[in-house]
């Protein structure tokens, strides 16, 4: 052990006193140096996406767009780019936790061989507001109340829906907002989006406008609420945890990256503006085309040094992929930048080693804080002739702007194409499966039902007339007004839409039990053969059974076999697994039946729509949680192997949630 100057440490407990009890000298500076870099080893949290987590992998060609885009790591099937990957959600503080109803950041930096690109979006492919200006009002309103100090990573207060409920550009993403896209399952199983429309610049100069999509493997899959709420309170590091232990043990999470293409003359017939970032291209409008793949196989090794320095800004481009005139991508091509100055406080935080280019950086940039590099020879300038061999423009292969002629008078002003604010909110209402509504007209009474102003709400409800009168009578209703408010003012009807298949998730749900988890609740004296079996069969379908016991210490199984659990019962309730399986012994049934936390972990199961397995001597605890075993719910199974009760379990399970079983245990508003 040594000083930061390297002088080797002789005791690293005691600081030097005159004295056994005598005071310390100031002269102590081994203490001196660890109390200094102690006291400053906290630095600025992110203005907003504040709590994350992160991690290594690659991204790789599968179909070239090099007919599109001189961007050279997207050229040629088979290459690999490194890349860093950091999730986080938007409201909350560092500390706050990981299952709010919030929007998702997702967002991905590619160390290309042309430079650093970075890809910053978020799993929802819209924003609150269209232009930049009004970003730090949006962040304001959102975040904890000033006075007060709360709430912390929440929307349910005043403030937020005073400002939504007079933007009404904020309609559709509150839409996406209150869905169940709001509570992902896992940062494995959650879409990204780059929300903004880029450009794609070919070799040949033609540009091509972009969106970019990433979709999960796993598919995408959300909780709900309640399971949310309790889940904050049985592990605040849920998302962060599932992320770590997944790659860890080496179920790498995968993306696919697809990407929109459409011209300026494509752009100009659609009835909405795509440099709106309140506006989507429905895929059947723009279809989705396959690029590659985006795996992440390799955890940080230091949180802080990776996954809180890293620094994304969405003005990080390689040569190839370029900007549009999006007012909010504009603004947020300044405000991330001059964000890191302050947080990482110096210009040279690209040196950081998360942050810094893989490929030779060359330039007279030269001092500055925190300045790591130590350039030789007597030229920081350039033109200039006394080096040769020092950093040149390269005209042909360094980046150029893409060519084109802007003119119109200077002006604040909105474009007239921005004006429509509900129509889109209402296709991804419509999109939505009849469940799926149920739970934003649920979102909404919630989030509006903790609003302490009378008129907020009544505002609120005029905009839902417009997305649709339904949606607007049902959270009335729900939050006690004795009429629906007369529809908000508004130089831009909604227009009729048909539904669209890619917005909703249960329609278009991937049955699959990869990369989840089944907690098995196993006692005493139970059936070794039988958990063997349930053991096998959830690991050939890709997930993982997690073995839980009432103690720390284990079990033993019927013929004397132990088996260690992986946690305590009560450290690990139900609403942490996608589903559940109870192996009892006969002689155990009757204590487990007075074991609180049994019958919970059944109970909450069942009413969070999830698959329950159970061997025939666990019946009886199935019965007592108040489930009818026999009653034709498709996800309550007995696992007899004689009676293909496994392959049931797997099939139910696939299906992720029992969404018929809903109107049985909650209200349906």
């Known amino acids: 052990m040594t000083t930061n100057q390297g002088v080797a440490v002789s005791d690293d407990q005691s600081s030097l006193k005159a004295g056994p009890l005598g005071p310390t000298l100031l002269e102590d500076f081994i203490l001196r140096e660890k109390l200094t870099h102690f006291d400053h080893e906290r630095i600025p949290e992110r203005v907003v996406n504040a709590r994350g987590s992160g991690a290594h992998g690659y991204f790789e060609v599968e179909h070239s767009l090099s007919s599109h885009t001189r961007a050279a790591f997207l050229q040629t099937e088979g290459d690999r780019t490194e890349v860093f990957v950091r999730f986080s959600t938007m409201g909350g503080g560092a500390g706050s936790t990981d299952v709010t109803r919030d929007v998702r950041g997702f967002a991905v930096k590619f160390y290309t061989s042309d430079g650093n690109f970075d890809l910053v979006g978020n799993n929802m492919p819209v924003f609150f507001i269209q232009d930049a200006v009004k970003l730090p009002d949006l962040v304001h309103a959102a975040r904890m109340e000033p006075d007060r100090g709360f709430p912390q990573a929440a929307t349910a207060?005043?403030?937020?829906?005073?400002?939504?409920?007079?933007?009404?550009?904020?309609?559709?993403?509150?839409?996406?907002?209150?869905?169940?896209?709001?509570?992902?399952?896992?940062?494995?199983?959650?879409?990204?989006?780059?929300?903004?429309?880029?450009?794609?610049?070919?070799?040949?100069?033609?540009?091509?406008?972009?969106?970019?999509?990433?979709?999960?493997?796993?598919?995408?899959?959300?909780?709900?609420?309640?399971?949310?709420?309790?889940?904050?309170?049985?592990?605040?590091?849920?998302?962060?945890?599932?992320?770590?232990?997944?790659?860890?043990?080496?179920?790498?999470?995968?993306?696919?990256?697809?990407?929109?293409?459409?011209?300026?003359?494509?752009?100009?017939?659609?009835?909405?503006?795509?440099?709106d970032a309140t506006k989507l291209i429905p895929e059947e409008v723009v279809p989705l085309r396959k690029v590659g793949r985006l795996v992440l196989d390799r955890n940080p090794t230091n949180f802080f040094a990776e996954t809180e320095q890293v620094a994304f800004s969405p003005a990080n481009v390689v040569p190839g992929i370029?900007?549009?005139?999006?007012?909010?991508?504009?603004?947020?091509?300044?405000?991330?930048?001059?964000?890191?100055?302050?947080?990482?406080?110096?210009?040279?935080?690209?040196?950081?080693?998360?942050?810094?280019?893989?490929?030779?950086?060359?330039?007279?940039?030269?001092?500055?804080?925190?300045?790591?590099?130590?350039?030789?020879?007597?030229?920081?300038?350039?033109?200039?002739t006394l080096a040769p061999d020092g950093a040149r423009e390269s005209p042909g292969g360094g980046f150029t702007s893409f060519a084109r002629t802007e003119t119109g008078a200077v002006l604040r002003a909105r474009s007239g194409s921005f004006g429509d604010h509900y129509t889109q909110a209402r296709l991804f209402w419509k999109s939505q499966a009849p469940v799926e509504q149920g739970h934003i007209v649920a979102a909404f009474v919630f989030e509006l039902g903790r609003v302490e102003t009378p008129a907020i709400r009544g505002r609120m409800v005029s905009h839902l007339v417009h997305v649709d009168p339904t949606l607007a009578v049902r959270v009335a209703a729900a939050l006690g007004m004795?009429?629906?408010?007369?529809?908000?003012?508004?130089?831009?009807?909604?227009?009729?839409?048909?539904?669209?298949?890619?917005?909703?998730?249960?329609?278009?749900?991937?049955?699959?039990?990869?990369?989840?988890?089944?907690?098995?609740?196993?006692?005493?004296?139970?059936?070794?053969?039988?958990?063997?079996?349930?053991?096998?069969?959830?690991?050939?379908?890709?997930?993982?059974?997690?073995?839980?016991?009432?103690?720390?210490?284990?079990?033993?199984?019927?013929?004397?076999?132990?088996?260690?659990g992986e946690a305590a019962l009560r450290a690990a309730p139900s609403v942490l697994f996608d589903a559940v399986v109870v192996i009892a012994?006969?002689?155990?049934?009757?204590?487990?039946?007075?074991?609180?936390?049994?019958?919970?972990?059944?109970?909450?199961?069942?009413?969070?729509?999830?698959?329950?397995?159970?061997?025939?001597?666990?019946?009886?605890?199935?019965?007592?949680?108040?489930?009818?075993?026999?009653?034709?719910?498709?996800?309550?199974?007995?696992?007899?192997?004689r009676q293909g009760g496994l392959e049931r379990f797997i099939r139910a399970a696939e299906a992720h949630r029992i969404w018929k079983r809903e109107p049985a245990v909650h209200a349906v508003l």
């Open 585 to 641: 012994s006969e002689g155990s049934a009757g204590a487990l039946a007075k074991e609180l936390g049994v019958i919970e972990f059944i109970r909450d199961a069942y009413s969070h729509l999830k698959v329950i397995g159970y061997a025939p001597e666990a019946r009886s605890l199935v019965a007592l949680a108040g489930i009818e075993p026999d009653g034709g719910d498709p996800g309550i199974v007995a696992l007899d192997p």
């Open 482 to 564: 004795e009429h629906v408010p007369a529809a908000a003012p508004t130089t831009a009807l909604p227009r009729d839409v048909e539904r669209s298949h890619a917005l909703g998730l249960i329609g278009r749900a991937r049955r699959t039990i990869e990369g989840r988890v089944v907690g098995c609740l196993v006692t005493d004296g139970a059936d070794g053969a039988l958990f063997d079996t349930v053991l096998a069969a959830v690991e050939e379908a890709g997930a993982r059974l997690a073995v839980l016991t009432l103690r720390v210490g284990g079990v033993r199984l019927a013929k004397g076999r132990g088996l260690t």
């Open 322 to 384: 370029d900007f549009s005139d999006d007012p909010l991508l504009q603004g947020r091509l300044f405000s991330y930048l001059d964000a890191q100055l302050s947080r990482l406080g110096s210009p040279n935080h690209h040196e950081i080693h998360i942050n810094a280019a893989r490929c030779p950086v060359r330039n007279f940039q030269r001092d500055g804080q925190m300045q790591p590099r130590s350039p030789a020879g007597r030229v920081a300038y350039e033109p200039n």
């Open 157 to 275: 207060h005043d403030t937020f829906w005073d400002f939504v409920s007079l933007t009404p550009e904020s309609m559709h993403m509150i839409m996406w907002a209150m869905s169940d896209r709001a509570l992902p399952r896992s940062y494995r199983m959650m879409e990204g989006y780059g929300v903004h429309t880029f450009r794609l610049v070919s070799a040949a100069g033609v540009a091509t406008f972009v969106k970019f999509h990433l979709r999960p493997k796993l598919g995408v899959q959300s909780l709900v609420f309640d399971e949310a709420l309790k889940i904050n309170g049985a592990d605040p590091d849920y998302h962060r945890r599932d992320l770590w232990e997944a790659i860890d043990r080496g179920d790498f999470p995968e993306w696919e990256l697809y990407v929109q293409l459409f011209t300026r003359e494509q752009a100009s017939a659609f009835d909405f503006d795509v440099l």
